[in-house]
């Protein structure tokens, strides 16, 4: 059996994230985690199982340190399993390990009662990181674990292009052969190294750590063939601490569509590759995130960062279809269609297939009417495409995604990368029009001649609605999508300067924000920016 790749980097990482600030890990308001549990119930993970393998620190007088302590989660000892080389263990202490404050930290935020994202899990399986990859992910037979979301806030460091394709394969996978869905931390090495297994995984969700207007995160691309990674950040100072954060979104979502909340096809819905799909479509973005074409996402934060609250409300939109499927000889152009039917939501999700030909390429078009009652008002539009690497496949298939103006036929934007299986497309002060969103699937030689892909997508446009009450004035706009917040200033004379001072906090109810403020004689003015991170 192959030992595990880069081992004495791995220790020395999973040590050296122990001593990271826990006040700088979570922040379940502005990660959406609040404003969710206002308005949706019991969106805490109930009925998933999870996984949390964690580095054993080797001190040379065992056990080894890897465990969680119930104690230090608030949870119950019944809700873990401990497994390793030497066994399995379903109580706390036991002789195959012993607690490690970073597996603590971990535990606290993914599934912690009162710290955590997803509160109610059914239960965790606790695994010795070692014992993980080379008997589990790694074997030669690959066992099913039956738990749906693993978090992994370790990483292999910086290892050779051909380990680290090694290490991506057995992740990829296992992922595409079990329904698994493998979050990864990216790594903290920063801007002077990239981003590292298991994080470079296809079939993962890599995850980047974002605080005070910074990526804490080893960053893109890849060293192997250049993709984009990682794929989405989080509120932290140490990526050990975001990852938790994401897979607590990824099963929470779970959860959620698993119960309907995504509409009756729920298989879809919890399916790795939506839930991946809505995560990266609901983040906010940075004031200065940016992409290189054909790179879909930001080499530093990938989508984002996370906002579980926008992604549950792409999914409650519902599984929506696309209207017409088109094939069009390969490298052909493929403008919009006549085709009159609409899809039915500005935010929603969908799980379907394309199927390409050794001739042609096969388009899925969804048409919106981007429209509201202010005939001025613009509009931001994020989508994002989301396929697997298929289990023994060194490649993969080639998607790309597309937004036409459907009334001139004029291409808007496009996401076109030839090594990534993600696509994304984000854009701002998109005029009110009837557009046509297309995913693409190339034909010619391709890895398989069907591809099942998710999609996600919101078209909003956010307003602040005000009105004078007596002696107050009451600011209101809507709770979705989360990210807005109010500044204000005293004078529109140049130059403007807008701030946040002796702005209270927004309270929440019936679906959204509202500010009180006291009416004074002096002229003020408000308007809503975007990020609010």
């Given amino acids: 059996m192959k030992d595990l790749p880069g081992r004495n980097a791995f220790l020395i990482f999973a040590l050296a994230v ?11 308001d502005t990660i959406g985690v609040t404003v969710l549990r206002s308005v949706a119930t019991n969106v805490n993970g109930s009925g998933i199982r999870v996984a949390q393998p964690e580095a054993g620190l080797d001190t040379n007088n065992p056990p080894m340190i890897w465990q969680v302590n119930p104690a230090a989660v608030g949870q119950s000892s019944s809700l873990f399993t401990y497994i390793s080389s030497g066994g399995s263990a379903s109580t706390f202490p036991n002789s195959l390990g012993s607690e490690s404050g970073h597996a603590d930290s971990v535990g606290g935020i993914f599934y912690g009662l009162g710290t955590g994202v997803a509160t109610n899990v059914a239960h965790v399986d606790n695994y010795e990181a070692d014992d993980f990859f080379n008997n589990i992910i790694a074997a030669r037979n690959p066992p099913n674990i039956n738990d749906p979301v693993v978090n ?19 992740y990829d996978n296992y992922a595409a052969q079990y329904n698994t869905l493998l979050v990864s931390a990216a790594c903290n090495y920063g801007i002077s190294a990239s981003v590292c297994p298991p994080g470079t995984a296809y079939n993962c969700i890599s995850v980047g750590a974002y605080q005070n ?44 569509g698993l119960r309907g909340d995504g509409g009756s096809n729920t298989n879809a819905t919890a399916d790795i590759r939506t839930v991946k799909a809505l995560l990266l479509n609901g983040a906010v973005k940075p004031a200065d995130w940016t992409n290189v074409a054909p790179s879909p996402l930001d080499y530093r934060y990938g989508a984002g960062v996370l906002n579980v609250f926008n992604s549950y409300e792409q999914l409650a939109g519902g599984k929506q279809s696309y209207i017409v499927s088109t094939s069009v000889i390969t490298n052909s152009p493929h403008l919009p269609t006549g085709a009159t039917g609409t899809v039915g939501v500005l935010n929603g999700w969908d799980f379907n297939t394309n199927t390409s030909s050794a001739t042609a390429d096969t388009v899925k078009h969804y048409y919106f009417n981007v429209t509201n009652a202010a005939n001025t008002a613009l509009f931001t539009a994020t989508a994002t495409l989301v396929w697997d690497r298929h289990k023994g496949k060194t490649n993969i298939n080639n998607l790309d995604l597309f937004l036409y103006d459907a009334l001139s036929s004029n291409l808007v934007a496009c996401s076109t990368s030839l090594v990534d299986n993600v696509e994304h497309l984000w854009l701002t002060q ?81 679906g959204s924000n509202y500010l009180y403020l006291n009416a004074t004689n002096a002229a003020e003015f408000f308007q809503l920016s975007w990020p609010n991170l």
């Fill in 18 to 28: 122990c001593i990271g600030t826990l006040a700088q890990a979570q922040n379940l």
């Fill in 152 to 170: 992994q806030s370790f990483t292999f460091g910086g290892v050779p292009a051909s380990e680290q394709e090694f290490i991506d394969t057995n």
């Fill in 213 to 256: 207007g910074s990526s804490y995160n080893s960053v893109g691309p890849t060293i192997d063939n250049g993709r984009c990674k990682p794929d989405i950040t989080a509120l932290s100072g140490e990526t050990s601490f975001s990852t938790p954060q994401v897979a607590g979104a990824a099963a929470v979502l779970m959860q959620a």
């Fill in 430 to 510: 998109l005029p009110q029009s009837r557009y046509d969103l297309q995913v693409l699937k190339h034909g010619g030689t391709t890895v398989t001649t069907n591809e099942a892909y998710a999609l996600a997508w919101t078209f909003f446009s956010q307003s602040l609605n005000i009105a004078a009450t007596d002696t107050n004035v009451t600011l209101a706009w809507p709770v979705y999508p989360a990210g807005f917040f109010v500044e204000a200033t005293a004078s529109l004379s140049p130059p403007v300067v807008w701030e946040t001072n002796d702005i209270p906090v927004p309270v929440i109810a019936n």
